[in-house]
Structures are given as C-alpha cells and as structure tokens.
C-alpha cells in the first residue's frame, strides 16, 4: 500500500472513531440537559468530562498527523443526540455505545499496524491516549445509571 493510501486511511478510520466519540458526546449533554443539579455534576464528573477529553484529544491528534505528513484534515462537528424525549439511561447507552464504537475503530486500526508502519510516535501515542480516556465509560454509565435517582 503506497505510504500515501495508507496515511490516508489512517486519517479515514481515525476520524470516523472521532466521530463516534462526538455521538457520545452530543448524548451524554442531552442527558446532562434533562438531570437535577446533583445528578449533572456527577454525570459530568465520571462521563462527560473523559469522553470530551478524548474527543479533544483524538482531534489534535488527527490535525497533528494530517499536518505533519501534508495531508488535509477534516472539520469534526457533533451530531444531534437524537429525539430530546429520550430519557436518561437510553442517552447514556446511546453515549456508551458510541465510545465502544470509536474503542473499536481505534483498536482495528492499531491491530491493522497501519500506525506502526507510518513510523509516527504522536499518532500511536495518541490513540492509545484515546482509548484510555474511553476504557471507563462502560463501567462508570454503568453505576450512574444503577445509582440514578438516589
């Protein structure tokens, strides 16, 4: 594969896991929207703020990339959570399974050694970074959910 292709679907891949993460993003601040005081912060406390942080995180690291071997990066932009009358735990699963889905996306990538072989340290640190933001959001919706009304 011509070191430009792959560099291309490097940026491709990455940028639709970003994109997930976004979804996760949108949900969990309609979740945010419908929550008494107490129940926001701590929503945004254990899921809000690690999936932003990754979200950050995965476009610096995308535009870092894209800059450093002269390649167009894309706008990122975050998607409508979907219908408002949704409640709480649904927007949460809805933000769950979005950050599962960019942990796969971002995982098919490392796993294809798409990153290894473009020879780029920031890009694989990156995305281990991402992933790691992302590992706790199952398991912390999970208990904000179970604990939700208390």
Not at 107 to 135: I, K, N
């Amino acid at each position: 594969m011509a070191a430009v292709t792959a560099k291309g679907r490097i940026l491709d891949d990455f940028a639709a896991a970003i994109d997930q993460v976004a979804l996760a993003i949108a949900a969990l601040g309609a979740a945010f929207e419908q929550l008494p005081d107490g129940a926001a912060e701590r929503l945004e406390d254990t899921l809000f703020r690690p999936v932003q942080k990754a979200y950050a995180r995965g476009k610096r690291t995308h535009a870092g990339f894209a800059g450093r071997h002269g390649l167009a990066t894309g706008a990122f932009e975050l998607p409508s959570p979907g219908l408002s009358s949704q409640g709480v735990p649904s927007l949460v699963e809805q933000a769950v399974a979005g950050a599962a889905a960019a942990d796969r996306r971002i995982a098919e990538l490392q796993d294809s050694m798409l990153p290894v072989e473009s020879g780029d340290g920031e890009l694989r640190a990156g995305l281990s970074e991402v992933r790691a933001l992302l590992a706790g959001v199952p398991v912390n919706a999970r208990e904000f959910v179970r604990t939700l009304g208390r």
